[in-house]
């Protein structure tokens, strides 16, 4: 299973996603990649990282890339971190792809969230790192890892 995690940014939601998730997932690969092109090359925001690292997730590895079309052949699960990044995702959706598209928070219905919120504007760090471990929780019993 090779699962991609999308915002807009590429450097606080979805390199916090892929970072809890490559702790906790087993025998999972995965990325994260962002649908605007502001950041690509930079590591995770400075407060972001800290706040990961608080918990045990280092991010420093990690690298902002935009995503592209191509993302849809390379993964076997897309995950969206709020509405709009699914429907930056979806408009380039190749037509022969049938590649499964999905919100973050659909893992967590009990939170009761229906996205992400970006803490690079909330500047809410922990509260986003709690609701994406709860996500990637969820993730990991749905594809049974
Ligand atoms: P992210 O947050 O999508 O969670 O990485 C953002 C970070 C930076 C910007 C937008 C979102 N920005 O426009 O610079």
Redesign the pocket.
């Known amino acids: 299973m090779n699962v991609l995690f999308v915002?807009?940014?590429?450097?606080?939601?979805?390199?916090?996603a892929e970072g809890v998730f490559r702790q906790i997932a087993h025998g999972c690969a995965t990325d994260s990649a962002?649908?605007?092109s502001?950041?690509v090359g930079e590591p995770?925001?400075g407060p972001?990282q800290d706040a990961a690292r608080a918990r045990g997730y280092d991010l420093s590895d990690l690298r902002?890339r935009q995503f592209s079309a191509r993302d849809f052949d390379r993964f076997d699960l897309i995950i969206g971190?709020d509405a709009s990044?699914i429907a930056n995702i979806e408009r380039l959706r190749p037509k022969d792809s049938t590649t499964p598209v999905r919100l973050f928070t659909d893992y967590a219905p009990d939170t009761g969230m229906d996205e992400?919120p970006?803490?690079?504007?909330t500047r809410d760090f922990d509260g986003?790192l709690d609701l994406i471990e709860l996500c990637a929780k969820g993730l990991c019993r749905d594809i049974g890892v």
């Open positions: 915002c807009l940014g590429n450097i606080c939601r979805s390199p916090a962002g649908t605007g502001w950041h995770p925001y972001m902002a971190m990044n992400v970006d803490p690079y504007y986003a």
